[in-house]
Every structure is written in C-alpha cells, then in structure tokens.
C-alpha cells in the first residue's frame, strides 16, 4: 500500500496535532511521526502514549526528513516558528496548520516562508473539545468534520490537491474559501460563541447566590456554558487576531440582544414571540441542512 507521506514533523503536541497524528497513522498516510512542543512535557507525553514516534528538543529537527509538517500552535506562533524551519524544510514538503484564524496566519507564511510559501496550504478543520493536552487526543477527533482550505495565488495546485486528499482520506468534507471570507463566518459561527459563554461564566461569577443557582442548573446551562470551558490561551489569540470580523459580530449580536432587553421591558410579548420564533426556525433549519452520519447525533465542539 502507498503512503503519501514518509514522515509527518507534528509542531504542537497537543489535542488537535496529536488527534491528527493519530488519524494520519490509522488511515496509514504517514509513516513516521516526528514531535516537537514548546513544552517538552507535551512532546514527551506524546511520545510515551504513541502519538508520535520520535521527539526532538529543537524547533528545527522536526522539519528534517518530513515531507509532511503540521502546525498545530498558537496562530500568533505562526511567522517565528515556520521562519526557523525554512531553511530545513524539505522540497516540495506540504506545510499546513489546523488553525482557528487564516488571514494573519497566511500572511505569515507568505511573509516568513517567502519564495517557498507555496509549500504551505492554510486549513481548518472544524472539530476540537474543551478539554486541552495529548493525553485527550483521539485518532476520531476529525472523522467527518468539515475542514476549509485557504488557498490564495500564491497557492501551489498540487500543494492545496494532497492537502485536500489528506483530509478526504480522514473521511472529512473539505469546502475552499478565502482567508477574509473564512475569518468573517468564523467570527460568526465560532469565535463569537465562544466569547458569548466566557462572558456569560464571568457574568455568573459576578452576580449573588451563585452556588445556589448553578445547584440547579440542568442540560440548558450544561450546553450553552460547555465551550467556556476551553483552553483560555488559545482563545484570547483567537479573539485578537480575528478582532475586526469579531467585533463587527459582537455589534450584530448586542443589536438582536437589546431587541429583546427591550420586548421584555415593554412587555411586548408578540414581538419577543416573533424574534423567538424566528430564531427557532433559523437553527432548525440549519440542523436539517446538515448531512450527518447517524454517530453525529449531537453537534460537534467546534474550534
């Protein structure tokens, strides 16, 4: 059997590199996996539970020998990491990374690989789990998901074709789209989410009779809160760097929200009925658009 690819170098020993790198060894398009974390304990754990087959200690040995790199870091570790791996990056290695923003990590692959930035294709893979670390990777994290590449002209075809079959071979469904217009429905469907439950937990944290009140909280609050529970580092890197399509979200949603603040002042309870049905409408239609395989009866953490 052919694999595409003879050694993956995993930049980011975590849930989402190591869930990759699970899945990329199960569907046999690796060979070997070389590890790197900026935290040598990640690298190591991922080592000791098989995520990986080998750990280096220095950034640059990840990209020796691997025809395959993935970034799965900090979006704002971007430019400083793949400017340190250039010079060793093999020829015609396919670089992508699995994160949450496109347009500044684009720009920072253009910037930092220069003449070899097509070697890199942006991707997204929306999938993911509030609990953070290796130790909660799992090779069917990705299965099914829905993964956006961010080509652009500098963009190499046959670069962004085995990044589109290396997802494809996951089982995934894969959709094109710009960096700008990628940011802009993520801060949408995503980023904006997130933000909303951080806020709401901090809202929780401020008011009285907490502990009483969450004694009594059910699946309502189990549900809407579940996302505030993610990796607060990660998230902040996501709000900065999406921070224009983030706001311009954040300014829709305190429109639709001061709606209702108002309905309920006034007691207007046909129009609250109206903005609620309407809402109502808009997410189950949206659920029976979507094709799901029968394991995905409930929806997905996204990231």
Same mark, same amino acid.
């Given at each position: 059997?052919?694999?595409?690819?003879?050694?993956?170098?995993?930049?980011?020993?975590?849930?989402?590199?190591?869930?990759?790198?699970?899945?990329?060894?199960?569907? !046999?398009? +690796?060979?070997?996996?070389?590890?790197?974390?900026?935290?040598?304990?990640?690298?190591?754990?991922?080592?000791?539970?098989? +995520?990986?087959?080998?750990?280096?200690?220095?950034?640059?040995?990840?990209?020796?020998?691997?025809?395959?790199?993935?970034?799965?870091?900090? +979006?704002?570790?971007?430019?400083?990491?793949?400017?340190?791996?250039?010079?060793?990056?093999?020829?015609?290695?396919?670089?992508?990374?699995?994160?949450?923003?496109? #347009?500044?990590?684009?720009?920072?692959?253009?910037?930092?690989?220069?003449?070899? #930035?097509?070697?890199?294709?942006?991707?997204?893979?929306? =999938? !993911?789990?509030?609990?953070?670390?290796?130790?909660?990777? #799992?090779?069917?994290?990705?299965?099914?998901?829905?993964?956006?590449?961010?080509?652009? =002209?500098?963009?190499?075809?046959?670069?962004?074709?085995?990044?589109?079959?290396?997802?494809?071979?996951?089982?995934?469904?894969?959709?094109?789209?710009?960096?700008?217009?990628?940011?802009?429905?993520?801060?949408?469907?995503?980023?904006?989410?997130?933000?909303?439950?951080?806020?709401?937990?901090?809202?929780?944290?401020?008011?009285?009779?907490?502990?009483?009140?969450?004694?009594?909280?059910?699946? !309502?609050?189990?549900?809407?809160?579940?996302?505030?529970?993610?990796?607060?580092?990660?998230?902040?890197?996501?709000?900065?760097?999406?921070?224009?399509?983030?706001?311009?979200?954040?300014?829709?949603?305190?429109?639709?929200?001061?709606?209702?603040? =108002?309905?309920?002042?006034?007691?207007?309870?046909?129009?609250?009925?109206?903005?609620?049905?309407?809402?109502?409408?808009?997410?189950?239609?949206?659920?029976?658009?979507?094709?799901?395989?029968?394991?995905?009866?409930?929806?997905?953490?996204?990231?």
């Amino acid at each position: 059997m052919h694999t595409p690819f003879k050694q993956m170098g995993l930049i980011g020993c975590g849930l989402m590199g190591g869930s990759l790198a699970l899945a990329l060894k199960a569907s !046999g398009q +690796v060979e070997a996996i070389t590890g790197f974390s900026a935290t040598p304990a990640s690298s190591a754990k991922a080592l000791q539970l098989g +995520v990986i087959d080998k750990e280096v200690r220095q950034l640059e040995q990840v990209a020796i020998g691997s025809d395959l790199i993935v970034l799965a870091l900090p +979006v704002s570790a971007t430019a400083q990491v793949l400017a340190k791996i250039k010079p060793h990056l093999l020829a015609g290695a396919l670089v992508i990374d699995v994160g949450s923003t496109k #347009s500044d990590v684009v720009a920072a692959a253009f910037e930092s690989l220069a003449e070899q #930035s097509w070697q890199f294709v942006g991707c997204h893979p929306m =999938a !993911g789990a509030e609990k953070a670390g290796v130790e909660h990777a #799992s090779a069917q994290l990705y299965q099914y998901c829905q993964v956006i590449l961010t080509p652009t =002209a500098h963009s190499s075809q046959p670069q962004v074709e085995k990044a589109q079959a290396l997802w494809e071979a996951l089982g995934c469904k894969v959709l094109h789209m710009t960096p700008d217009a990628h940011d802009r429905a993520l801060a949408k469907v995503s980023h904006l989410p997130h933000l909303l439950a951080f806020a709401y937990m901090n809202g929780l944290l401020n008011g009285p009779e907490l502990q009483q009140a969450l004694g009594v909280a059910g699946t !309502g609050f189990k549900d809407f809160s579940r996302i505030a529970a993610s990796e607060p580092h990660m998230w902040r890197d996501i709000f900065l760097a999406n921070r224009q399509a983030l706001l311009s979200s954040l300014d829709d949603f305190e429109s639709a929200l001061h709606q209702l603040k =108002a309905d309920l002042q006034m007691g207007q309870t046909q129009e609250m009925l109206d903005r609620l049905h309407g809402a109502s409408q808009a997410r189950a239609q949206w659920r029976m658009s979507r094709a799901e395989p029968p394991s995905l009866a409930t929806d997905l953490p996204i990231t």
